[in-house]
């Protein structure tokens, strides 16, 4: 879960699927959530948010082989825009983390300033790990398991 914020949250989208109509729930989730830059996407070990980028960044075209940054960090993926422009996604894995002084050591400021600026697209998993580095506006993805092949997504926009 999200650490509190003073920050106002928005609810954008409420969803749930199974790995059987995730592709579904891809396609309204970009369609609802696209024009955001960065992607905070919370949820337990296993909840299945490496999986759910794996299959954004299918819909999205990226050519790269996309895997889980757990080790390296950060992950660089390019993708087509509607326009043909080339687009950058930057995953990042927040999890082995220690803290927030860890991540800016390790790039990912440098990352969200360029997602920050509409250059670049960050998708991170464990953001509590260094939440202090996500300026709004962001969205807030949380993953919920709610059984074996169940999920719920929620969706808030903090920040204005």
């Known amino acids: 879960m999200p650490v509190s914020s003073p920050l106002m949250e928005d609810l954008l989208l409420q969803i749930s699927y199974t790995l059987t109509d995730i592709d579904e729930a891809v396609v309204k989730f970009w369609d609802v959530c696209g024009s955001y830059h960065v992607f905070a996407f919370s949820g337990d070990l296993g909840a299945g948010k490496t999986t759910f980028i794996h299959k ?24 087509s825009g509607q326009n043909g422009k080339d687009n950058t996604i930057f995953h990042l894995d927040w999890y082995r983390l220690r ?55 929620t969706v808030k926009r903090v920040g204005k």
């Not at 260094?130 to 949380?142: K, S, V």
């Open 56 to 79: 954004l960044c299918d819909y999205l075209h990226v050519q790269d082989a996309v895997s889980s940054p757990t080790f390296a960090l950060i992950n660089e993926y390019h993708f």
């Open 99 to 153: 803290d927030t002084a860890e991540a800016i050591n390790a790039g990912m400021e440098d990352c969200l300033a360029q997602a920050c600026r509409g250059a670049a697209f960050c998708f991170i998993e464990w953001p509590e790990k260094a939440q202090e580095l996500l300026q709004p506006p962001y969205l807030w993805i949380n993953i919920e398991t709610m059984d074996i092949t169940r999920r719920e997504m």
